[in-house]
Nanobody, 116 residues
Framework: QVQLVESGGGLVQSGGSLMLSCVSSGSIDSFRHMGWYRQAPGKQRELVAGISNGGMTIYADFVKARFTISRDNAKNTMYLQMNGLKPEDTAVYSC??????????WGQGTQVTVSS
C-alpha cells in the first residue's frame, strides 16, 4: 500500500493563501485519481478538488476560482494552491489516491485554520 504525506497547513488570516503538498512513497503515474478532501469538526468529509492521471480536474463549487489542484508526476507530488481563504475553510485536509488493483489510500491530514 502506498503512503501519502501531507504538508503545508497552518494558521492564516481570512483572505490569505496556503499551498498544500501531498507526497507519495511511490510513483503516482498509475494513480487514476488523486484528490483533496476536508473534514471540519462535527461535519462529514467532503471533496475539495480532484485530478486524474491525465490532468483533468474537478472542483467543489465552494472552492472553484479560489483553489487550484495540480500534480507533478516526476516528484510524485500533488498540490493544492489555496487563495482567498475563508473561516469556513477551516478543516483537516487529507490527500487521497485511487491505486489500481489495490484500493484507496489516505494521508494523515494537515490542519488548516483560517481566522477572521
Amino acid at each position: 500500500q502506498v503512503q501519502l504525506v501531507e504538508s503545508g497547513g497552518g494558521l492564516v488570516q481570512s483572505g490569505g493563501s496556503l499551498m498544500l503538498s501531498c507526497v507519495s512513497s511511490g510513483s503516482i503515474d498509475s494513480f487514476r485519481h488523486m484528490g483533496w478532501y476536508r473534514q471540519a469538526p462535527g461535519k462529514q468529509r467532503e471533496l475539495v478538488a480532484g485530478i486524474s492521471n491525465g490532468g483533468m480536474t474537478i472542483y467543489a463549487d465552494f472552492v472553484k476560482a479560489r483553489f487550484t489542484i495540480s500534480r507533478d508526476n516526476a516528484k510524485n507530488t500533488m498540490y493544492l494552491q489555496m487563495n482567498g481563504l475563508k473561516p469556513e475553510d477551516t478543516a483537516v485536509y487529507s490527500c487521497n489516491a485511487v491505486v489500481p488493483d489495490t484500493g484507496t489510500s489516505w494521508g494523515q491530514g494537515t490542519q488548516v485554520t483560517v481566522s477572521s
